[in-house]
């Protein structure tokens, strides 16, 4: 099956640590775009290994599935006759990139690789000796007309940027303005404005400038974005720009505005670096709402995915009471949100609805409440609901109604549960990321302090990284939780093991072999029956430096992966890569 790529690694490709100006050199942009594929490695054209472009970077394709058809495809995508053989990609020397796809499955009448069937970008369980080769057919009457390759284009980027600068030929005056926020004599207010002379012909490029229909613009903009309004057209011009914190969100509002995508796009994953910066949560809401407006659904979504998993902050921040009912809303429909348990999400959103009072209607408290996932609830907190529940003699039936269907999940087994209106596949049934005990536990991995918890056990072979001057120890914590949450398994536990691991050594000893470093570790130590029809998808939680949640990785047959330094599928940025390592066990009934 086609999978739609991940949209979260897609803006987590910019991190910079350490530097406050980004330069986005988006000149050759143009040329490459996503799902391109090339023949590399072989001095003839017509023949190479397979590569294609994803996220902006060249990897392989894996040989799983690979046969005629999908060699056609990548030899008409790139515009031969066809496809002559299949060959092996190391025949043209190993390869070191990403390996983009594997199981790949093509009618052969596809006109892009991409649009073939395939596991999803990245995941694969091949190396780089499975890579795929082809060698397509050649039109043999230009076999005797070889073509060659000249490329000068990086200077074309600063001879545009002279033209724009010189103002030579320019034909199309610009005026900006903007409200000063002073009153003037007359009481009308001041208007600073600012005067650029462009070229009609290099605007044309985008249609919002309207260089066909009139003979010059003025734009309205806001004062703190004014000063950053040449620095964008000299981008047309040139495709390349330093970015600041404070420019970022003016570039990609003047981005979306005038409809230049790439930027919009680019500067968007550099608001990911900006996103942690701030407790105060204002940033992530106010991008939140920026997003909505802008209809930029890559944001928005990676906003929302900052505030599931860093929920518990954000109810304790100042932005928590002015967020709007939809970001609500929308967190409430995720199960990535990072909270102790699901009481705690239930005595929080009732709250939130206390506090505004009035301003929420009765339909929209419900719709809130309803969102709550109540069989979730720990079966001990459900009875003390409706003493303790604000909300409760407001809304009776819905809490009655959602309470008896947590009662039903707490007595019943699944193969039980009859209630007609019972779906299995119902988000009420499904938890989300509780770390309340016994349901998780911790490994503080990033110093060697007083404060580990005292039930780790640590080996004794620790050792010591120089670099950084920090001891470490390899670590391992024992802990056990019910087989699941529901209340007919309350004494049916099963223990596991939690491991980080930091070199070869540590694997190898249990007889693993890792991939990368760290990589954490979640073993159960006892089989859960068959006929429970119990599924554990457990999740492995990074927390940076004790502030906030970086990274939540999936654990693949017992082990997760833990990307450094921005690579793909490390969200935000953490300074130093001291990490909290948090494993949470997240039983469910499928
Ligand atoms: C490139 O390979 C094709 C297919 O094998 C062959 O027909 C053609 O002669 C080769 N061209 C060169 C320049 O070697
Ligand atoms: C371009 O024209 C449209 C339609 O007349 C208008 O809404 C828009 O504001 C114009 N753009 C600029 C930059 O003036
Ligand atoms: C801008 O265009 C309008 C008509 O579209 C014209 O009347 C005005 O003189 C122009 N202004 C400048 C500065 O060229
Ligand atoms: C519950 O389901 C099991 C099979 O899954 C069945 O053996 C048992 O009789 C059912 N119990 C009730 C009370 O329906
Ligand atoms: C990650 O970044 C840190 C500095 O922030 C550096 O010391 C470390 O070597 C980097 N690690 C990798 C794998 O690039």
């Not at 724009?164 to 009153?183: A, M, W």
């Not at 920090?470 to 596991?496: D, E, G, Q, R």
Request: aromatic letters at 12%; hydrophobic letters at 35%; a negative charge.
């Amino acid at each position: 099956m086609l999978m739609h790529r991940n949209v979260c690694t897609l803006w987590l490709l910019l991190l910079l640590p350490h530097v406050s100006a980004f330069n986005l050199n988006l000149f050759r942009r143009p040329e490459l775009r996503e799902g391109d594929v090339r023949l590399f490695g072989s001095k003839n054209v017509s023949e190479g290994r397979v590569e294609i472009y994803h996220e902006g970077k060249w990897g392989t394709v894996c040989d799983d599935g690979w046969d005629m058809a999908e060699a056609q495809v990548v030899c008409r995508q790139l515009h031969f006759p066809g496809a002559k053989s299949v060959v092996t990609g190391k025949d043209y020397g190993k390869a070191s990139g990403p390996i983009w796809l594997d199981d790949m499955n093509c009618k052969g009448t596809e006109s892009h690789l991409s649009s073939c069937d395939f596991k999803n970008w990245g995941v694969t369980d091949c190396s780089h000796k499975e890579d795929v080769g082809v060698i397509c057919e050649t039109d043999d009457t230009n076999f005797n007309d070889p073509t060659h390759f000249l490329d000068q284009s990086i200077s074309l980027s600063d001879d545009l940027g002279k033209i724009f600068d010189s103002g030579i030929g320019c034909d199309f005056p610009i005026l900006v303005q903007s409200e000063t926020g002073n009153r003037q004599e007359d009481g009308t207010l001041e208007v600073a404005e600012t005067a650029i002379c462009a070229h009609k012909v290099i605007l044309s490029q985008f249609p919002l400038f309207n260089t066909s229909t009139v003979s010059n613009i003025t734009v309205s903009l806001s004062q703190s974005c004014q000063p950053h309004f040449t620095t964008f057209i000299r981008y047309i011009y040139t495709r390349k720009m330093d970015v600041t914190f404070s420019s970022v969100q003016c570039l990609h509002w003047m981005a979306s505005k005038f409809g230049v995508k790439q930027l919009m796009e680019d500067a968007g994953r550099l608001f990911s670096k900006v996103i942690p910066e701030d407790n105060s949560f204002h940033t992530q809401v106010s991008l939140y709402k920026y997003a909505e407006e802008t209809g930029d659904l890559v944001l928005q979504e990676n906003c929302c995915q900052y505030l599931a998993w860093n929920f518990k902050t954000l109810t304790t921040s100042p932005a928590w009471t002015s967020i709007s009912v939809e970001l609500l809303a929308a967190l409430l429909t995720r199960s990535d949100v990072i909270v102790p348990d699901e009481y705690f999400l239930l005595q929080v959103v009732e709250s939130w609805i206390t506090e505004k009072g009035k301003s929420i209607s009765l339909e929209t408290q419900v719709d809130l409440l309803n969102r709550i996932r109540f069989p979730m609830i720990p079966a001990e907190k459900l009875y003390e609901l409706e003493s303790k529940s604000s909300l409760y003699s407001t809304h009776k039936n819905m809490y009655r109604e959602n309470m008896l269907k947590a009662y039903q999940f707490n007595v019943l087994l699944f193969s039980n549960l009859s209630n007609p209106n019972f779906n299995k596949n119902d988000d009420d049934y499904q938890p989300r990321i509780y770390t309340m005990k016994p349901w998780s536990t911790t490994i503080d991995h990033s110093k060697k302090t007083s404060s580990f918890p005292v039930r780790n056990r640590y080996h004794n072979s620790g050792f010591s990284d120089y670099n950084r001057g920090v001891y470490y120890a390899p670590a391992v914590v024992t802990f056990s939780t019910p087989v699941h949450s529901s209340l007919i398994f309350k004494n049916n536990n099963i223990n596991w093991e939690a491991n980080v691991f930091m070199t070869n050594n540590e694997c190898s000893a249990r007889g693993l072999r890792c991939e990368s470093f760290p990589m954490a570790r979640l073993v159960p130590q006892s089989r859960v029956t068959r006929e429970s029809n119990i599924l554990f998808r457990n999740r492995l939680l990074l927390m940076c430096q004790d502030k906030y949640v970086c990274q939540v990785q999936d654990f693949k047959v017992n082990l997760a992966y833990i990307a450094v330094n921005g690579t793909q599928g490390a969200a935000y940025p953490c300074p130093n890569d001291q990490y909290t390592y948090q494993f949470v066990v997240r039983p469910g009934y499928v």
